[in-house]
């Protein structure tokens, strides 16, 4: 009964947060799609990019940008140790910080992956070797840690540990890819085992989320060689879609249209909308529409689609991780490829106020239209490094990172 308590008590507080204000609490934002509710942001900006608020020393890593109650949180790797910082949102000035494992190396760039989610007092991270850990919000402290992979029997996978925690209830559920657990959950005050669901997954790189498919809420991950749906408080598998790809690349974060889930790879995969069908207490799968291999209209490489009024727009990445990437817009319903900006180049984006806010590989920062009708590119500047952390807004500030340095800028009209 205390647990049903908590559960309840923790998602009506994360609800009202996400609700009460324009933060962005977790990866790709409140909804996990990518898209803010903001509106009366700029349609353009002078050649030099939009005003500059702050800008500030970061640290290495990919780790995305969580923005609550004034305050930016991610994950740095400074001083041999992945470190979980805080930040003064509207000044970068820094309020705390916390180390929580030692520097972590991969040949695919060293640093932590995850992002950073914030519900209520509590900040939920994922370190690139697999130490989960929950942090006090208001001072930094750390509450609980500890290594989830290894309690799984689970390795790293090849790349570093990339989900970003999904709170849920009172359960903190990342993707492992261990051998007691493809996916699991973990109390989110005690850091206990709630459940673990067991698929022989492999961990991928994906960001699992809570989404409204099938008729009910299920939580959907995107694991190394498949897709599934959960149960949110039992882990029971309610569907399973077989989708390998090469190195287990399956990377962005699934999203619901319709009813329906929509996924995609890069290394020349392709993409899926993906119908759920009832059949008893489980679900049936059946694409209502793919498109698969080297002619595919959309091969995600590690960029989430942005869906906006019935339209996918997305990275397409031609090849095994190639270097030529189109920007691709697609009809949502059918798969039909509806225009196409070939060799955009790599990034990263999130969608605001019918537009597309892209932080490229280049340093540049671009500000596309979201319109059906044709590419309609609005302006454009070179703002930091390379870069493939999606940018974060809130409050018409644009937060985007690199290697090197956080920066602040006023997308307001």
Known sequence: MLRAVL???????????????PDWPQFLGSDRNGISAEKGLADAWPVKGPKEVWRVD?????????????????????????????????????????????AYRNSMGDGPRSTPTIVGDRVFVLTGEGILAAVS?????????????????????????????????SDVIVSLGAVKGSVAAF??????KTWAAATND?????????????????????????????????????????????FACNIVTPIAHAGQVFISSGEN?????????P?????????????????????????????????LYGMDNVGGAGPVTHLTCVNAATGERVWQQVRFGKGNLIGADGKLYFAMMSGELILVR?????????????????TRTPPALAGGLLYVRDEKKIVCLDVRK
């Open 7 to 21: 559960a309840g008590s923790l998602l009506c507080l994360a609800t009202s947060i996400w609700a009460a204000d």
């Open 58 to 102: 970061g640290g290495v890593g990919k780790s995305g940008l969580a923005i609550s109650r004034g305050r930016l949180l991610t994950m740095i790797q400074v001083e041999g140790k992945q470190r979980l910082i805080a930040l003064n949102a509207k000044t970068g000035e820094p309020i705390w910080k916390v180390d929580l494992a030692p």
């Open 137 to 169: 919000f208001e001072k930094g402290e750390v509450l609980w840690s500890k290594n989830v992979l290894k309690e799984l029997g689970g390795e790293p996978a090849e790349y570093g540990m990339a989900c970003s925690p999904l709170v849920v209830g």
């Open 187 to 192: 109390d989110a005050k005690t850091g206990d």
């Open 202 to 246: 492999p961990a991928g790189y994906s960001s699992p989320s809570l989404l409204d498919v099938g008729g009910q809420k299920q939580i959907v991950a995107f694991t190394g060689g498949s897709a599934l749906g959960l149960a949110p408080k039992t882990g029971t598998v309610l569907w399973r879609y077989p989708y390998e790809t090469d």
């Open 269 to 277: 995969h392709g993409a899926a909308m993906l119908a759920l069908k």
């Open 279 to 311: 059949a008893g207490s489980v679900f049936e799968v059946e694409p209502k529409w793919e498109s698969q291999g080297p002619g595919s209209v959309l091969r995600n490489e590690w960029q989430t689609s942005i869906l906006l009024d019935g339209h």
């Open 370 to 386: 979201a319109t059906p009708k044709a590419y309609e590119e609005l302006a454009r500047a070179t703002i930091l490094g390379a």
